[in-house]
């Protein structure tokens, strides 16, 4: 099984063949399509219509509960369509649409910079909400809403996540290296923000130079550490990550909340630390990879920009794609057009040859355990799967569908080549569609 610092867990090949390349810009994408719903909680109201001018920056989307995150416009120009879009994780929904002039103009206020040392804890988690700041690990969570916790959590500390141990996304690992010292003063405005005076940088062992990059901008600040975890995926998802760093175990539908802990993504802090800077969320870094695309690279992208540009930007596809995925190949959501936008939850664009998408026979489970082993959640996800099949819901709800995270870890191990994550996610849309009808 190898070196591992958490339960269960697998080690399939890194395959990051941009890791070792610089950051390279996109240059300002001729439009984006900007969907008023990036993250969880209740979509934006567009606060534009059709003719208006807008800067770079600018705020174009309300959020009007307290889960929820507002938008900006990723570019200056005319805004062209307000109104149902292709969105890459839920099909469709509402985006504001502009052409850009070219010019990257900024409204006033985008240029005011802000001094951490003056700022209230209270004041950091409103600028955060203000600059629309989301988790970009992919889960889209508000993190004002993650940096609010309620009174009767205690939270004593706060971990950047830097684990990254999906294959071939390297997005985290470049900024890592080439803006430790941004991702450190976001850390510490994260950990204001929060009441948080212990902060921990976890990273995986196989990124030396990002480590060595943290802990020159970390040195000399008693409060942080930095945590070197050996290689192991999922580690990189909260529950894992905690029990590697700390040895405290999230119970069951539980919260890191629960055990006194926040997680953050990389991403997240350097937005953080932009935002200080008076800038929104507009741009991502990114990766995009596969053996159907020229050139593998991270390439930080205008929030909005869609798929085909970016590709295109990366030398275009060399052969006809597979498949297309956003995220990584692990829990990403594969795509059925390049015509949808980037998020702010955008890890990676991977574009998969022939080669690299293998179809197998489905055979029956043989009760070989590998997929018990190998589930970080301690789960027992070919019972489930077979619960799920059969249409007994009920059974996978008993089993513990719920706790299932979809790492995917399980499928990836079968000799059988079952779908064991696909069955499982359908059991747990069941059941929660189930809870909502009473």
């Not at 208006?52 to 507002?70: R, T, Y």
């Not at 760093?245 to 802990?261: F, I, Q, T, Y």
Request: glycine fraction near 10%; charge should be positive.
């Amino acid at each position: 099984m190898g070196k591992r610092a958490f339960y269960g867990g697998v080690h399939p090949p890194d395959v990051k063949p941009a890791a070792a390349q610089g950051i390279v810009a996109f240059t300002t994408p001729d439009k984006v399509v900007i969907p008023l719903q990036q993250h969880t909680g209740q979509a934006c109201r567009p606060l534009v219509a059709v003719g208006d001018e807008v800067k770079l920056g600018q705020k174009i989307g309300e959020a009007e509960a307290f889960v929820s995150a507002p938008v900006h416009a990723s570019v200056s120009g005319k805004v062209t369509a307000v109104g149902v879009a292709a969105h890459p994780t839920l099909g469709t929904g509402q985006a504001v649409t502009i052409v850009s002039d070219g010019l990257d103009a900024l409204p006033e206020d985008v240029t005011v910079r802000k001094d951490l040392a003056a700022l209230s804890g209270a004041q950091v988690r409103e600028m955060i909400h203000q600059a629309g700041i989301v988790g970009m690990g992919g889960a889209g969570f508000p993190t004002r809403v993650k940096v609010s916790p309620p009174p009767d959590k205690q939270i004593d500390t706060f971990i950047l996540n830097v684990a990254e141990c999906e294959p071939y996304l390297s997005a985290d690992h470049a900024l890592a290296r080439e803006e430790a010292a941004a991702a450190v003063l976001g850390l510490r405005a994260l950990m204001k923000a929060a009441g948080v005076e212990r902060g921990i940088v976890a990273i995986e062992d196989n990124k030396p130079d990002a480590v060595k990059a943290l802990a020159q901008a970390m040195s000399g600040d008693p409060a942080l550490t930095l945590a070197v975890l050996p290689c192991r995926y999922p580690q990189g998802s909260e529950k894992q990550l905690i029990w590697a760093a700390l040895k405290r175990e999230v119970p069951s539908g539980g919260l890191p909340l629960d055990v006194g802990v926040i997680v953050n993504n990389v991403g997240t802090a350097v937005a953080v630390a932009n935002a200080l800077t008076g800038m929104p969320l507009v741009e991502r870094v990114l990766t995009v990879a596969g053996c159907a695309v020229a050139k593998p690279q991270n390439v930080r992208v205008r929030i909005g920009t869609l798929f085909s540009a970016v590709i295109e930007f990366c030398g275009g596809l060399t052969q006809p794609p597979r498949k297309v995925i956003m995220g990584g190949p692990m829990m990403g959501i594969a795509q059925s057009t390049l015509d949808v936008p980037v998020l702010k939850g955008t890890s990676g664009i991977l574009v998969l040859s022939e080669a690299e998408v293998r179809d197998y026979p489905v055979l029956p489970c043989v009760r070989c355990g590998r997929c018990v082993e190998a589930c970080p959640m301690r789960l027992l996800p070919s019972e489930i799967a077979i619960r799920s099949d059969a249409g007994d819901w009920s059974g996978a709800e008993r089993a513990s569908a719920r706790d299932c995270m979809e790492c995917g870890a399980c499928a990836y191990v079968c000799p059988s080549r079952r779908h064991l994550t696909q069955s499982i996610r359908l059991a747990k849309r069941e059941l929660l569609a189930r809870r909502k009808r009473g």
